[in-house]
């Protein structure tokens, strides 16, 4: 229902026949009653939400034992965690059947950047607030000679030292603000493994001063007078070319997708603070475990899934069986290394046109525009501060934690994603091209070369 089918696999799929075609009046009154409930009081389901989220935030869990810990991780994961969950990820569904829908008929009255061009525009997005608080901090510390020379002459271990030292220092009062409102996203907000901002000073402090000392400030966000004038250039377009009726229509179709791509960001947005709880209290419980020896080590407890954590907490299993589940696990996901995920809702591009010359590529155009640059590979978070000013960012994909960095980017390029996904909808707002679908795209570039990117035809071109 609105979602293309590229599957070209030895596998099964649907055959249409008659007996098919007459449920599909069924099927579309099915999926008009999911959008609606989906809809239905969206706005106090993420109220409810954001208050339970702050309920379970403040909980301190350093005085309380094994059983406390279990007993709030238990209640957490079976109660909250997967209702979040359940709603962004229809939400996302949802899209992609209003996306292709608008999209059929769009391109047949405008070309592929000027409908992502009316995608973009999307005011007040949930992940470009982090790097607005972000510019808001730095300025005040700019705009005081005293905090800003402590900044710039201070190295990064030293700030952290002094931080800790004093966390309501003066110097130190932009860091406490950002931690507020930001500090569920992390540098890798989809690793559990990776610590919240809220554990993890140093990369606020890194980024901090990486802003402060370069004088990223003044590019860090894009003009949105200027993303909204293309948006209504495309639109006015419509209206001259269309009739009334027809451009009525057809303008609350796209009013209507633009909502629910909002929407999409808004949802990820809770999904991922309540993944930063499953980080807090996931490691609170490897923390105890590994304490009492039910782990060798606190890593071990990403080789259980949250079904075996609740067995042993309910007693059906034994610690002996977490052990041989931990090992069990451990060589199952190093088989994984070479698995190729099956990109944007379980297909591969396969429609993607494969390399002209090694010189030229082509990829899939998610946020239009024309940019030189330095590549920059990003294959892990311990890469993405090294991302500079005027780089072209390439990566298998986008992690939300990256995301902070767009603003001081030329582009981006990944293997994954698609025009709907998270990256491209924030490329999209900052302004910068976005190509996805280019296969083994870390292996193609090396860091330093030069290349050009057209966001809008999805082609890069080696300088």
């Not at 709030?72 to 965690?81: P, Q, S, Y």
């Not at 829908?101 to 061009?117: F, P, Q, R, V």
């Not at 311990?382 to 582009?411: A, H, M, P, Q, Y």
């Not at 999209?428 to 966001?455: C, Q, T």
């Amino acid at each position: 229902m609105g979602i293309p089918i590229t599957y070209d696999g030895d596998g099964e799929t649907t055959k249409v026949t008659f007996k098919y075609l007459k449920q599909l009046p069924k099927i579309a009154i099915g999926v008009k009653r999911v959008i609606n409930d989906q809809m239905k009081n969206i706005d106090q389901f993420r109220e409810k939400q954001l208050k339970k989220y702050e309920i379970y935030n403040s909980e301190h869990l350093e005085n309380k034992n094994i059983k406390q810990i279990e007993n709030i991780w238990k209640e957490f994961m079976i109660k909250e965690f997967f209702i979040n969950e359940e709603r962004y990820l229809l939400q996302v569904y949802i899209n992609t059947i209003k996306e292709n829908d608008l999209k059929k008929e769009l391109l047949k009255i405008i070309d592929y950047g000027e409908y992502l061009n009316v995608l973009s525009g999307i005011q007040n997005l949930s992940h470009t607030r982090p790097l607005k608080k972000e510019c808001e901090i730095i300025k005040k510390i700019m705009n005081n000679n005293e905090i800003l020379k402590y900044w710039k002459t201070t190295n990064e271990s030293q700030i952290l030292i002094d931080y800790i030292k004093n966390k309501e220092g003066k110097y130190f009062e932009g860091i406490n603000e950002y931690i507020d409102e930001c500090g569920y996203h992390s540098n890798s907000d989809l690793d559990l493994t990776v610590a919240p901002y809220y554990y993890d000073i140093k990369s606020i402090i890194v980024r901090f001063k990486n802003n402060i000392t370069s004088e990223n400030i003044e590019i860090l966000l894009k003009n949105d007078l200027e993303k909204n004038n293309l948006y209504n250039n495309v639109i006015d377009k419509l209206r001259k070319k269309l009739p009334k009726g027809k451009f009525l229509r057809i303008e609350k179709k796209i009013m209507e997708l633009k909502k629910f791509l909002w929407w999409r960001e808004e949802l990820k947005d809770l999904s991922n603070r309540y993944y930063s709880l499953v980080k807090k209290y996931t490691h609170a419980l490897a923390q105890k475990y590994y304490e009492e020896k039910i782990i060798k080590e606190k890593i071990d407890i990403h080789y259980l899934k949250y079904t075996d954590i609740l067995d042993y907490i309910d007693k059906k299993i034994t610690k002996d069986d977490i052990c041989f589940i931990v090992d069990k696990n451990r060589k199952y996901c190093k088989s994984f290394v070479n698995f190729k995920n099956p990109n944007d809702i379980g297909r591969r591009y396969e429609f993607v046109e494969k390399v002209k010359n090694k010189n030229h590529l082509k990829g899939i155009g998610c946020s239009e525009g024309i940019k030189t640059g330095k590549v920059r590979i990003v294959k892990d978070i311990s890469d993405i501060n090294k991302v500079k000013k005027g780089e072209i960012l390439v990566t298998k994909f986008i992690d939300t934690g990256w995301i902070s960095r767009f603003g001081i980017l030329n582009g981006v390029v990944s293997e994954y994603g698609g025009t709907l996904c998270h990256s491209s909808i924030v490329a999209r707002e900052y302004g910068i091209p976005a190509i996805v679908g280019v296969e083994n795209v870390e292996k193609i570039f090396n860091n330093g070369e030069i290349i050009e990117i057209n966001g809008g035809t999805g082609e890069i071109r080696k300088i």
